[in-house]
């Protein structure tokens, strides 16, 4: 896996720029991360983000925005509020998580 510098640490990233590595992820990075794309993260950001993130550990895999709509109580329009135009994608991304499957 390619090792990218993000915010002047080196983090274990796929083709596409997504962390592979769980435990290299933290707040700061996610910060940055998501400045990255745009976004700049609130409470109702950090509600979605740490749903993922929990998620993500009991299932081994990265939530759906159904799953994050039904589980996390999060409505789906507000997803695409917070994360405009792909929010599963870009949650996906700032949570240092893999992109969902199904996520073109």
């Excluded at 090792?3 to 910060?31: C, H, K, M």
Aim: glycine share 8%.
């Amino acid at each position: 896996m390619p090792t990218a510098s993000i915010n002047g640490r080196p983090v274990q990233v796929d083709a596409e720029g997504f962390l592979t590595q769980y435990d290299e992820w933290d707040e700061d990075l996610a910060r940055v991360l998501a400045a990255q794309i745009g976004i700049e993260l609130s409470e109702e950001h950090w509600k979605a983000i740490h749903f993922l993130r929990a998620d993500f550990k009991a299932q081994g895999e990265t939530a759906t925005l159904r799953r994050i709509t039904t589980i996390g109580g999060i409505p789906t329009k507000e997803l695409f509020e917070l994360f405009p135009k792909k929010p599963a994608k870009k949650m996906a991304y700032i949570a240092g998580l893999p992109k969902p499957r199904g996520c073109v």
